[in-house]
């Protein structure tokens, strides 16, 4: 098993571009999440999905937006990038059976530079 | 809310020394705990989590932390650390009940053993 993937794993925009993150996971998890990564913040929610079909907003959810068409794929948008979204991005996914105490499985993350 | 507190950002020590990395928590509600490990250029991986029952829950890599209701702490310990432990560790929370499996990260402790 691969677990989670991440695609790309680096990648430098300037401002106003657009670019899409891939998450895949290989474990028929229904719970997917996408978080941010700054330096001395910890990690932040910005989207979430409980099943395919289904996102709902996290945290911090400005300038982002997801989707989740197939179980296996759950993906992040940024349609007009922005310094402020310098950042790494780490994608996880869970079970779903018992949300709370599930453990979150993380992928290796995408580091995004906004020039 | 619930929040996370990590009171060390950096913490040093030599190998083969015990550590002790702390976290502190704030909630309405019961909590559930997780200690997550990032290794240089990695996701996150589980080290260990507190539901319930005993409050000395042992870890992988030799780690376990006490979970201490009067004190909302859940503090990391290891009696002798190797050089291959230096990484970034985070606590997290999540509260009972939640739907989708929220996790609340702390900021992240650094810690570097050296020889």
């Known amino acids: 098993n691969a677990g989670v993937t991440q695609t790309p794993k680096f990648r430098v925009l300037k401002t106003g571009q657009s670019m899409t993150l891939l998450c895949a996971q290989d474990?028929?998890?229904?719970?997917m999440y996408w978080y941010r990564q700054d330096p001395g913040m910890g990690l932040r929610l910005i989207h979430y999905?409980?099943?395919?079909?289904?996102?709902a907003k996290g945290e911090v959810p400005d300038g982002y937006n997801v989707s989740r068409l197939k179980k296996q794929n759950f993906l992040l948008g940024l349609e007009s990038a922005a310094p402020s979204q310098t950042s790494v991005y780490f994608c996880a996914s869970s079970l779903g059976l018992a949300a709370s105490t599930d453990t979150q499985y993380f992928g290796p993350g995408t580091r995004l530079t906004v020039l | 809310a619930q929040s996370v507190t990590q009171l060390d950002s950096q913490v040093p020590v030599f190998e083969e020394a015990p550590v002790e990395l702390r976290c502190n928590y704030s909630?309405?509600?019961?909590?559930?705990l997780f200690w997550y490990v990032q290794y240089p250029n990695q996701g996150l991986q589980l080290l260990l989590k507190?539901?319930?029952?005993?409050?000395l829950v042992k870890g992988i890599n030799g780690f376990e932390a006490e979970f201490n209701k009067s004190q909302t702490s859940f503090h990391l310990r290891k009696p002798s650390v190797h050089i291959s432990d230096t990484a970034e560790y985070f606590c997290a929370v999540s509260e009972w009940g939640t739907s989708y499996g929220k996790l609340t990260f702390g900021q992240g402790t650094i810690l570097t053993v050296h020889p």
């Open positions: 999905s409980v099943g395919e079909g289904t996102t």
């Open positions: 474990m028929n998890h229904e719970y």
């Open positions: 507190y539901l319930s029952g005993s409050t």
């Open positions: 909630s309405s509600v019961s909590v559930y």
